[in-house]
C-alpha cells in the first residue's frame, strides 16, 4: 500500500470499546502509526475528551492521547484533532476547552446542554481533517451503548454516521464478560449503526487463544460481525493509560537504587509525564495516597492539579501533608511541578472565585494568585545555578509546556528561604537545595534532564510507536487494518 492523490474525503476507522479503558486510546495510537507506515497521510480525531492530561498544541490545548496520536501519525498535533475536552475541576464540574480554548460560557452550561451547541465545530473539525488527510483514526469514548446519554451524544455514533466510519469495538477480556459486553453493546445500539461494526477486538488476553472457541464463531453468528484480533496482555506498550493513574503496579529495571512517589490527588493532571521513568533503570515509580505509600521513597513528587486547592485540601486530609514536610526536614527530595509548585508555597489567593484560597505547606517562600486569563505555551528555558540533590541540573536546558491559571511570585518576606533558578519565575529551589518546583510539565520527557539527573535515556517516541504498530500487525487477521480503509 502506498500514497496516491487523494480521491474524495478522507477514510474513517474508528474505535470504539465497551466501557472506558478497553484500550482505545493506545489501539487508535497504533493505527495512527501503522497507516501512517503505508505511506498514507493521517489524522487522529476525537469529538469529547474528558481528561485532565493535556498537552500544547498550535491554538491552545488538546487531550495527551489525541497529541501521542497525531506524533504517531507524524501529523503536527492541533485543535481540531480534539475540539472539545473536558478536564474535571470537581465531581459535578469541568473547565470546557473548545477548539484549544476554555469557555466560560460552555462551563456554565449543564452537561447536556452543550452538545447541540458545540456541535458544528465538531463536525466541521473532523470535515476539515478528512479533506486534508487519507485516513482518519476516530476514537470514540466510554460505550456507544449508554442508552442515557445517546440523545445528546456528539463523540460515538454520531460522529461514525458523519463520517461513514468503519468501526472496531475494542473489549478488555481480562475483566471478564467480555463477549457479554461485545454481544450487549451490539444489542443496544441502533440497528441502523450496527452496520458500521466491521470487527470485535479481544484486548489483553492472558494464555491460549485457542480456548477461546466457539465464543467468538456463536458471537459472529449472532451478529454478523468477525472477532478480527485477540490481543495478548502488553503490560509496557510505553504509553501512558488516558484514564486516571496509568499502572498502580510498581516495578523498576535492575537493582532499584531510588524510589519516587508521586502523589496520586483526585485531580491530578498531566500524570502522563512521568511514563519515562518506568523506563529508566533502577527508577521505582509508585503512585501514593496515603503517608504508609510514601514512607520508604527517596522522592516525592507533588504533580500536576487541575484544583490545587481541593487536591491540597485533599492533602491534608490524607496526613499527607506531615508526611511530606516531614521527608523534607529529614533532607528527603521533593518535587513540585505546576499545581504541586503551587501547593509547595506560603499561600493560595483566588480573587477571582477561580480554585480557591488555601495556605500552602510553605516548603518554598511562594505566594500564588490565580489569575482569570489562563498561560497555555510552549517554553524552552535552561536552569541556573542549583544546589544540593537537583546541583545536576545547574545550566541544563529544559523543553516543556505550561498549562496554569496561576501566576506565583516569591514572598517579600521569606527570600532568605529560596530562589528562583530559572528565568521568569518558571522554577524556585529552597535553601537547603532538597526541595524544587517548577512550572513546566515535560522534565522527565527531556532527554537532557534525564541525561543529567539518571545518566539514562529513555526509549524514543518513534520506537515506541513503531512498536505498537508491528504489534497490531501481528495479532490482527491478515489483511483486517488495510480492508478498513479499502
Known amino acids: 500500500m502506498s500514497s496516491t492523490a487523494k480521491n474524495g474525503p478522507a477514510r474513517c476507522v474508528m474505535v470504539l470499546g465497551t466501557t472506558s479503558g478497553a484500550g482505545k486510546s493506545w489501539l487508535a495510537t497504533a493505527l495512527c502509526r501503522w497507516y ?30 489525541q497529541y501521542f496520536q497525531a506524533l504517531a501519525a507524524n501529523a503536527v498535533p492541533d485543535v481540531r484533532m480534539n475540539p472539545l475536552l473536558l478536564k474535571p475541576e470537581r465531581d459535578t464540574h469541568s473547565q470546557v476547552v473548545l477548539m484549544g480554548q476554555v469557555s466560560e ?22 470535515d476539515e481533517l478528512r479533506a486534508e488527510n487519507d485516513v482518519v483514526v476516530i476514537e470514540g469514548a466510554g460505550s456507544p451503548a449508554e442508552i442515557n446519554l445517546m ?62 472457541s466457539p465464543a467468538p464463531e456463536k458471537l459472529q453468528a449472532l451478529t454478523g460481525v468477525p472477532t478480527v484480533a485477540t490481543l495478548p496482555m502488553w503490560w509496557q506498550h510505553g504509553l501512558p493509560e488516558e484514564d486516571g493513574v496509568f499502572d498502580d503496579r510498581s516495578r523498576a529495571s535492575g537493582t532499584v537504587t531510588r524510589t519516587v512517589a508521586v502523589i496520586a490527588y483526585p485531580r491530578i493532571s498531566n500524570l502522563d509525564e512521568f511514563q519515562s521513568l518506568k523506563n529508566v ?10 503517608p504508609a505509600d510514601v514512607a520508604g521513597a527517596d522522592w516525592i513528587v507533588l504533580p500536576g492539579s487541575k484544583h490545587t486547592s481541593g487536591d491540597l485540601a485533599w492533602l491534608r486530609a490524607q496526613g499527607l501533608d506531615s508526611a511530606v514536610a516531614a521527608h523534607a526536614a529529614r533532607g528527603g527530595v521533593v518535587l513540585g511541578i505546576c499545581g504541586g509548585l503551587q501547593m509547595l508555597g506560603e499561600a493560595l489567593v483566588d480573587p477571582h472565585g477561580i480554585d480557591g484560597n488555601a495556605p500552602g505547606l510553605g516548603l518554598l517562600p511562594l505566594v500564588t494568585v490565580f489569575e482569570r486569563e ?71 520527557e527531556d532527554a537532557a534532564v534525564l541525561h543529567a539527573l539518571f545518566g539514562a535515556a529513555a526509549p524514543t517516541l518513534d520506537s515506541t510507536f513503531d512498536g505498537l504498530a508491528d504489534f497490531i500487525d501481528t495479532h490482527f487477521d491478515a489483511g483486517v487494518l488495510a480492508g478498513l480503509i479499502a
Open 36 to 65: 501512517a507506515r503505508q505511506g498514507l497521510k493521517v489524522a487522529p480525531f476525537k469529538a469529547q475528551n474528558m481528561s485532565n492530561n493535556a498537552r500544547v498544541v498550535d491554538g491552545g490545548e488538546i487531550g495527551s492521547a
Open 105 to 126: 460560557t460552555l462551563s456554565a452550561l449543564p452537561w447536556r446542554g452543550r452538545s447541540e451547541r458545540v456541535w458544528p465545530q465538531i463536525a466541521g473539525a473532523l
Open 151 to 212: 440523545a445528546s451524544d456528539i463523540v460515538n455514533l454520531r460522529v461514525a454516521r458523519h463520517a461513514e466510519a468503519r468501526c472496531l469495538l475494542a473489549t478488555d477480556i481480562d475483566r471478564g464478560g467480555a463477549f457479554a459486553h461485545l454481544y450487549g453493546t451490539w444489542a443496544l445500539m441502533p440497528e441502523a449503526d450496527r452496520a458500521l461494526l466491521h470487527g470485535f477486538v479481544l484486548n489483553k488476553f492472558r494464555g491460549d487463544a485457542s480456548l477461546l
Open 281 to 290: 533503570p533502577g527508577v521505582r515509580l509508585l503512585w501514593a495516597r496515603t
Open 374 to 444: 489562563k498561560t497555555v505555551r510552549h517554553r524552552v528555558a535552561t536552569f541556573g545555578t542549583l544546589a544540593g540533590d537537583w546541583a545536576a541540573l545547574s545550566d541544563v536546558p529544559m523543553a516543556g509546556y505550561e498549562i496554569h491559571h496561576g501566576q506565583t511570585a516569591a514572598h517579600p518576606q521569606l527570600a532568605h528561604d529560596g530562589h528562583a533558578v530559572m528565568p521568569e519565575g518558571l522554577a524556585w529551589q529552597n535553601a537547603r537545595g532538597n526541595v524544587l518546583g517548577l512550572y513546566l510539565h515535560g522534565l522527565f
